[in-house]
């Protein structure tokens, strides 16, 4: 069952070729509901906006952008350093690393119906990687059920990616564990996956895509001073400390203030 193709039992009753459409299909979805999320929410507008206003402050380089763009790949990219949170950050690496690995095994063995026992393998880790995380997420790291006390079924429409996401490769598994073929799993795996390709300018699908945009053109202000407007991360500015809006901690050291963290937000 680990070892082989879960599609090449559908060649006998779907075409291969069908099934190689419906792949380009999701694909070509993807990137019309990403550009369409940019262009309705006005992303890019905000992004380019933001980056002429920041011009002059102080000049970047073409070796310190370059370096921005590096460590923004890594850091928060590649190891989602935006969250603070561990578990968070755990549960969406997870998420993403079996995401990737999931779609790129499945179009692998959907254009090639005779590849080998490793891509059917990586097919279930990322998977099953994705599942941990994201049911891992949505009962027990959610903000509105871990710290708010709501009922981890409350749903929002925020919440259409994870949950068809997660309805789309629980789907898939199963309808891989108990044999494949054309069934009524596969037509429920097939509905669940449509939802999470053309329900992208609905759900968070498209922030995979603008995020890495949004942190770049945030280590930028913060290298060339302007710091999106906002003061910057320093005290000792004396023009700086006068903007803060508490005059008791004008002087104050800036890790203070952080003892709210000590403790998880329970309190409901």
């Excluded at 850091?75 to 603070?84: K, P, R």
């Excluded at 994870?162 to 891989?176: Q, Y």
Aim: hydrophobic fraction near 50%.
């Amino acid at each position: 069952m680990f070892t082989s193709n879960p599609f090449a039992a559908l060649s006998a009753s779907i075409p291969a070729a069908v099934m190689q459409t419906y792949i380009v299909v999701m694909f070509i979805l993807v990137v019309a509901g990403t550009l369409f999320d940019v262009v309705h929410k006005g992303s890019a507008k905000y992004f380019f906006q933001n980056m002429r206003k920041a011009k002059g402050v102080q000049p970047v380089g073409g070796g310190e952008l370059v370096s921005i763009a590096v460590q923004t790949a890594v850091v928060d990219v590649l190891a989602s350093g935006e969250f603070c949170n561990p578990r968070r950050r755990i549960a969406h690496l997870l998420g993403m690393y079996g995401f990737v690995l999931y779609v790129i095994a499945t179009a692998v063995m959907v254009f090639n119906a005779s590849a080998g026992a490793l891509w059917a393998q990586l097919w279930w880790i990322g998977g099953l990687m994705v599942c941990v995380g994201g049911y891992w997420f949505w009962f027990f790291i959610r903000v509105d059920v871990a710290a708010e006390g709501n009922s981890p079924l409350r749903l929002v429409r925020a919440d259409l990616f994870i949950l068809s996401l997660l309805a789309s490769v629980t789907l898939g598994l199963v309808w891989a564990a108990t044999g494949g073929g054309a069934g009524v799993l596969f037509g429920l795996y097939i509905l669940a996956t449509t939802v999470l390709f053309a329900g992208v300018p609905w759900s968070k699908f498209a922030h995979m895509f603008f995020k890495p945009a949004a942190a770049f053109e945030k280590r930028v202000s913060k290298a060339n001073g302007s710091c999106a407007n906002l003061p910057t991360q320093t005290r000792d500015d004396p023009a700086q400390r006068e903007r803060h809006s508490m005059e008791l901690l004008r002087d104050a050291p800036m890790d203070m203030g952080l003892g709210i963290k000590r403790e998880a937000p329970r309190h409901y």
